[in-house]
């Protein structure tokens, strides 16, 4: 037993999440600047502009934009190998549409991966993680084929840039993201599934065209999906239960099937036929998905459902109501089943169905730390949580022969909760202090996950 001598072991941020300075050296406002703090019990509020006296905890986040360099020799000290980030596409160019980058954005990103890689830490990098420009939403975001072009202009500048500093890639963070919310997967305003599937076709289209040029251009850089771990189990051995079962699954599993193999599964193709769904297909689209199709499957996983008959699937707040529990798992504060083994379940569903190197770029436990008198915070559930993980992943890849080739563990250093705006879902081996209203001294410490108790 054990993982593979180049595995990328690391943590992993997105830009809105962590870095602030929203309005720094020239970044534009992206879709995640006009999002207001919200709670387990309180939907986040995505406000037209930015409106006086409402808090937006990307403004500032956790300064990871000024504080990067403590941050990496932090992550330097606790042994990463990988280091997964994203790149805020406003920062680059802060319309969306500009016809020429920002260099002061791009030359911040050069100082990170160059910390990176001082370390020997090997950047990881999400080229759009809920975050698109706002001046996109003008053209309708991503139901206009247009916006295809704007991403690319930003891709192309980017791999040149970064060409030898970053080997990995990802194209859109949790693309499935596009059938529950819509407005974090690209800024689309999208109330039909016609819109989605829009939306979701030129994302697609997108993506290939990112990892053709990287096949042509750039043959080092390998070019990845990632996948928003929706995972379930079927509620009951009743074949209704089991066939809801996969067909529910299907709406997001087929994300993977387009990216990873090249072109629609039939079941899709039937189901648009159904609905009346029509993909605004142009000459060469069919030839370009295949010759797009993904390097690996990057994917985040925190936790399993349960789909039946009766699931109607509401994912608000971030948490899935599936309308059914699992009576043998643990649920954490903000409603996520714990399910180490269901991480070796998801493993082997994706290598048994598309045979591609696999990553797991996202897993973690969101929890309320406690700070002791002395400043110290015993997270043992967290080390708990994730060495389980960990004993799974190792079960896949020694006994089932997965090609798992890396793990980055959600919010390594703590940062704002993409669901509900908080500070106070805490995932991080470093403790940052700033609260869920953005108060605080943003100082920086280590609590027992981080590994320094002996
Ligand atoms: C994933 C996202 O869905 O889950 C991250 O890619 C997000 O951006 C993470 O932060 C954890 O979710 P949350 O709501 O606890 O921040």
Known sequence: MGFPKNFLWGGATAANQCEGAYLTDGKGLNSADVMTAGSATVERERTDGIIEGKYYPSHDAIKHYDYFKEDIAMFAEMGFKAYRMSINWARIFPNGDDSEPNEAGLKHYDDVFDECIKYGIEPVVTISHYETPLGLTKYGSWKNRKVIDFYYNYVSVLFDRYNGKVKYWMTFNEINCMSMMPWMAGAVEASTEQERMTAAYHQFLASAKAVKLAHEKYPAMKVGMMYGGMFAYPN???????????????????????????????????????????????????????????????????????????????????????????????????????????????????????????????????????????????????????????????????????????????????????????????????????????????????????????
């Open 236 to 454: 009951s051995c009743n074949p209704n239960d089991v066939i809801a079962c996969n067909n529910a699954m299907r709406d997001f599993l087929f994300y993977c099937d387009v990216q990873c193999r090249g072109y629609y599964p039939n079941y899709k193709l039937k189901e648009f036929e159904r609905e009346g769904i029509v993909l605004p297909v142009e000459d060469g689209d069919k030839e370009l998905l295949l010759e797009g199709k993904v390097d690996f499957l990057a994917y985040s996983y925190y936790f399993t459902m349960v789909f039946g008959e009766k699931t109607n699937l509401n994912v608000e707040f971030g948490s899935p109501e599936t309308g059914y529990e699992n009576p043998y798992l643990k649920k954490t504060k903000w409603g996520w089943a714990i399910d180490p083994q269901g991480l070796r379940y998801s493993l082997n569903l994706f290598y048994d169905r598309y045979q591609i190197p696999l990553m797991i770029v996202e897993n973690g436990l969101g929890a309320h730390d406690l700070v002791e008198a002395d400043g110290a915070i015993h997270d043992d559930y967290r080390i708990d949580y994730l060495r389980e993980h960990i004993k799974e992943m190792d079960k896949a890849i020694n006994i089932d022969g997965v090609d798992l080739i890396g793990y980055t563990t959600w919010g390594c250093i703590d940062i704002v909760s993409a669901g509900t705006g908080e500070m106070s879902k805490r995932y991080g081996f470093i403790y940052v202090d700033v609260d869920d209203e953005g108060k605080g001294t943003f100082a920086r410490s280590r609590k027992d996950s981080f590994g320094t108790k002996k």
